[in-house]
């Protein structure tokens, strides 16, 4: 097969509005009618082979806690060193296959996402991470699909790009998989994201162990069944749910492992750091570490701002999802002038939140993941309730008797430094300081030094030369960075994703400086006619 073969030009997936009566909407409902009423079974996928080891873990809905929806075969060492073997087993023939035909198999995956298995897809993310139906239509399809196709298109142009040559040499770049496997350990809160971390590394030619999140365990096996379908070789992706530790422990003390691709908590990402400094004595190669780690996602606000504009940024940029969001704005910076109006408008609308089921489309608001995560933001919340340096001017209430519920909720910081203002809480809490405006240079200081994180930021201004200014000045404070909008919902292709700090590795997820990251390049340099003679010109008398 000879040819310099071109993938299409992608161009991200419509976003369907679900309206009421529509095709789509209809397909959706009947879905989550479906799935509520049945119970699956979720083997590993190891080898290609379904398998089952009798640890049996419950796959629930987080707005019905009570409600078990399916159950899974969670893995343990034994089934983590087989799904290695697997691994460094089918490297070598997928490394060898050609690279069109590894990439058409993430293709008609996508195609499949974004027709066959639209509803599917959507109705499973909504029901075991509590999505509404628009949260899951912007996540589980249009943005995994567009991580398909768009990684699809970066792979074609890295593999096209060349050094230069002379007339009597030609240089070339091989673009080889990394030696040894990908171990790719997946989030709860985007489908897309735990569709991502696996199949990018796969795309260039590497066997990846993923190892999905257990509260997501349900919608993440839907999308492996979807890879097999598309073609997926036996090995090339092994599905191996279970105890992250025990998981953990033995990839990163095995000597093929190559890479870490990575989306959770900066305290997990730090243990895997320390893990494999620890071992790094007897890996084959360094590893690879690429992580998204969270953040303390500000709006800062002028004087000029827009007024409604920045309350609504506020309001859905911090209760979407129910702010569990790697981007949600968790804290917000008003100058005195106009924090009152802005503040009665975002909770005349915090007010109009509806919360609860997801199968009541009204509902904009859902549950929280788990007990585990209710707990902790509740504990925040208390925390403001009780204490001299703040108050809760919205929500504040919260109810887990059937599902996670935790009402959108606004406190008022009376100071920068204040608890919520620093630390990553992931719930629908937000935290808002009122500056004096003359106090705006301080103000911007402490919003650059309070928190470790550097994910997301957003600064609202109508003034133009206050715009270029805060740009500059919070250069190092968010790798995505958003004038007059919220600082969520980046898209693929448009915005690439990530942040430095304590929020990670800034690899860009949704571009190819990701993909760059999982490959060893070999540089190849073949001479024409070689010299035959040792002596250079210069030696002569």
Request: with cysteine.
């Amino acid at each position: 097969m000879n040819g310099l073969f071109n993938v299409n030009t992608p161009v991200n997936e419509p976003v369907k509005d679900y309206a009421p009566g529509s095709a789509e909407r209809i397909a959706l409902e009947a879905k989550l009618k479906a799935l509520s009423a049945e119970k699956i079974e979720i083997p590993l996928i190891i080898n290609g082979e379904a398998v089952k080891t009798g640890n049996l873990k419950d796959c629930t809905m987080p707005h019905d806690h009570q409600h078990v929806i399916g159950f899974y075969h969670a893995a343990g060492t034994d089934e983590t060193k087989a799904a290695i073997d697997a691994c460094l087993t089918a490297q070598k023939e997928w490394a060898a296959m050609p690279w069109q035909h590894r990439v058409a198999i993430f293709l008609k995956a996508a195609e499949l996402v974004s027709t066959k298995y639209r509803a599917l897809l959507n109705a499973a993310t909504m029901l075991t991470q509590s999505k509404n139906a628009f949260q899951a239509e912007i996540d589980s399809t249009c943005e995994l699909t567009d991580f398909l196709r768009f990684n699809a298109k970066y792979v074609a142009e890295i593999y096209s790009e060349q050094p230069n040559s002379t007339k009597d040499t030609w240089n070339r770049l091989e673009y080889r998989p990394l030696d040894g496997f990908v171990y790719a350990i997946t989030p709860f809160n985007f489908t897309a994201i735990a569709g991502n971390l696996p199949t990018a590394p796969a795309m260039l030619g590497n066997c990846v162990i993923w190892k999905p999140s257990s509260t997501t365990v349900y919608s993440n096996y839907i999308f492996m069944q979807i890879l097999i379908e598309a073609g997926l070789p036996k090995g090339v992706i092994n599905f191996v749910p279970g105890n992250s530790a025990e998981i953990t422990d033995v990839c990163t003390s095995h000597s093929s492992l190559a890479g870490i691709h990575f989306t959770g908590s900066t305290a997990v990402f730090q243990s895997l750091w320390r893990s494999v400094s620890e071992n790094i004595h007897q890996y084959k190669s360094y590893p690879r570490l690429v992580g998204e780690t969270g953040g303390k996602d500000y709006i800062f606000a002028d004087a000029s701002a827009n007024i409604d504009a920045l309350a609504v940024a506020m309001v859905r940029g911090s209760f979407e999802f129910q702010g569990q969001k790697c981007s949600a704005a968790s804290r917000a910076y008003l100058p005195k002038s106009i924090a009152a109006a802005v503040l009665d408008r975002a909770k005349t609308m915090i007010s109009e939140l509806k919360m609860g089921d997801v199968a009541n489309f009204e509902n904009f608001v859902n549950a929280v993941i788990d007990a585990k995560a209710y707990k902790k933001i509740v504990s925040y919340i208390e925390d403001a309730q009780q204490s001299e340096d703040a108050e809760i001017i919205a929500g504040g209430t919260y109810d887990d008797s059937v599902g996670y519920f935790i009402a959108p909720t606004l406190i008022l910081a009376k100071k920068p430094d204040y608890v919520s203002m620093r630390e990553e809480i992931f719930g629908p809490v937000l935290t808002v300081y009122v500056y004096e405006d003359e106090a705006r240079a301080e103000t911007l200081e402490s919003l650059n030094d309070v928190s470790d994180y550097a994910l997301t930021g957003a600064i609202f201004a109508e003034d133009r030369k206050v715009i270029v200014e805060l740009e500059q000045l919070l250069s190092q404070t968010a790798g995505n960075f958003y004038i007059n909008d919220k600082p969520t919902g980046a898209v693929v292709g448009q915005q690439p994703f990530g942040g430095g700090r304590a929020s990670g590795t800034n690899d860009k997820a949704g571009s190819k400086l990701n993909l760059y990251r999982w490959i060893s390049a070999r540089t190849i340099k073949e001479t024409y006619c070689p010299p035959t003679d040792y002596r250079y010109p210069f030696m002569g008398k």
